[in-house]
């Protein structure tokens, strides 16, 4: 039996820990700043404290120095341990962990030379079966909760990828890739049969346990007019559904998008022409927008997903954070494995320091680790469910050590403030570090291997 399915969900349970999370955007701040606001700036800290579960909701928090939980509660103590809310990764390929840490190419090249040779393998029901397990056990062991993920253009990938995911009871956002023009045969669909196998999945995943149905174009070159229309039609048909997809990556895809589709101002406006931009559209890189495209994102209510390991590694550019936040358009943070080059949040993040740094901007731990958190949930419109350890959420959360070895043991030591000390673990932490994993209450803690 897999390990991650054989546990249950105790009826009323209390962890023990150091608790963090987000009631609110603690914005661009320092954290200087931000420390003389304290709960004002939207920063949750309890340390020390039981949180309190039921029937897999969360439905409060005491101080351990003042309360125990009686004997009717299953008690787990991690007291001296990080508790955070699980990571949401926002732009995700399932199937791409078979090509991640590749080398040397840019984003067109990327996908001819690795991701598409990758996908043609999952038409192998079996194959889809056996490495969508893989993932989505690979982001429970990384801290990943929840996740806005691509499979494949194969409606068995789908099926996989959305039934493993429901048996784990983790809240994921995915459908199949919509292709119906300039990749590799094997990986084309058409209009017709995308829309009636979409909708067959619909039926059967959409709004089932803690799965929600996307929309899923690959990117613009790869649909028609006609195929973006028709995605356009569902979105607006059915209730609740999401639409996922990349914008603006790489200057080279810019300039590809502007011949194929002349009609439209932008690569956004492309999307925006076929009714796919709203409250629940999330579109990955988005560094080459400008700011008609910003106030656009705005105004539909779409959201960037931030891939800055993504980015870095494909050579594809920088993005401006701030500037989108600026126009009033979200952005949440995304992990884009296999162009990124870890599952891990903590190295994702990372990065995203670096990507800013270079621009000017200091990304403080707080505003980082909300964009993983509160942040996403709030922007994929789910923040009553995931992000946070608000009463009435899902408890899914995840315990790390505050460090390991004898260099983060060391930083760890030296630490002043939460804030310093919080930043050296988003620094040095990793999958690591992880310690327990839980999904609606239920442990799904990862056997570590030697």
């Keep these: 039996m897999n390990p991650f399915l054989a546990s249950t969900t105790p009826a009323r349970l209390a962890v ?13 701040a320092s954290p200087a700043e931000l420390a003389g606001r304290g709960a004002a700036a939207g ?47 926002t732009h995700v390929h399932s199937p791409q962990l078979d090509v991640i840490a590749s080398h040397g190419t840019e984003l067109l090249d990327w996908l001819e030379t690795y991701t598409f ?29 929840s996740a806005v993920v691509f499979p494949t253009v ?10 493993a995911a429901h048996a784990r009871g983790m809240r994921l956002v995915a459908g199949k890739v919509l292709m119906d023009r300039h990749a590799p045969p094997a990986l084309c669909d058409d209009v017709i049969g995308a829309e009636a196998d979409s909708r067959a999945l619909i039926e059967r995943w959409h709004g089932r346990g803690r799965l929600a149905y996307a929309l899923t174009v690959r990117f613009a070159p790869t649909s028609t007019p006609a195929q973006l229309a028709m ?42 022409r076929a009714g796919l931009l709203n409250g629940r559209s999330v579109l990955a890189h988005g560094i080459w927008l400008d700011d008609t495209d910003r106030r656009l994102l705005a105004d539909t209510g779409a959201q960037i997903a931030f891939c800055p390991s993504s980015n870095l590694f494909l050579g594809s550019g920088l993005l401006d954070w701030p500037a989108l936040e ?8 995304a992990s884009d494995v296999g ?8 190295r994702t993040l990372a990065d995203g320091y670096k990507v800013l740094a270079l621009q000017g901007h200091k990304l403080s731990a707080w505003k980082a680790l909300y964009g993983a958190t509160a942040g996403a949930a709030l922007a994929l ?65 990862p056997t570590r291997t030697a």
Excluded: K
């Excluded at 194969?154 to 039934?163: D, I, Q, Y």
């Excluded at 600026?326 to 943070?333: E, F, H, L, N, P």
């Excluded at 959360?397 to 403030?417: F, K, N, S």
């Design 16 to 28: 023990r820990g150091d608790l963090l999370d987000f009631t609110a955007d603690p914005g661009w």
């Design 43 to 89: 920063i949750r800290w309890r340390p020390d404290h039981w949180l309190m579960i039921e029937q897999g909701r969360i439905v409060g928090a005491e101080p351990a120095a003042t309360s125990t939980p009686g004997a009717d509660w299953q008690r787990i103590d991690h007291r001296g341990r990080l508790i955070l809310p699980g990571f949401i990764d």
């Design 117 to 145: 040779p990758a996908e043609q393998r999952y038409a192998d029901e079996a194959l889809a079966v056996e490495r969508s397990a893989l993932f989505l056990d690979a982001l429970l062991g990384h801290g990943t909760t």
């Design 154 to 163: 194969h409606r068995v990938s789908a099926e996989a990828l959305l039934g």
């Design 231 to 272: 995605a356009g039609r569902l979105l607006a048909e059915v209730p609740g559904l999401y639409m996922q997809t990349h914008v603006a990556e790489n200057r080279d895809e810019v300039r590809w998008v502007a011949e194929l589709f002349p009609e439209a101002r932008s690569y956004l406006d492309v999307y925006h």
């Design 326 to 333: 600026a126009a009033g358009a979200r952005v949440s943070v």
């Design 339 to 346: 162009g990124g080059t870890s599952l891990s949040m903590q």
């Design 381 to 445: 419109g789910l923040e009553g469910e995931i992000g946070s350890f608000a009463e009435g959420c899902c408890a899914d959360l995840v315990v790390w050590d505050w460090a390991r070895g004898p260099v983060g043991e060391h930083r760890d030591r030296l630490a002043t403030g939460l804030h310093e000390r919080l930043f050296a673990w988003l620094t040095l932490s990793d999958e690591r570090h992880l310690v327990q994993v839980l999904v609606a209450g239920r442990d799904l803690t």
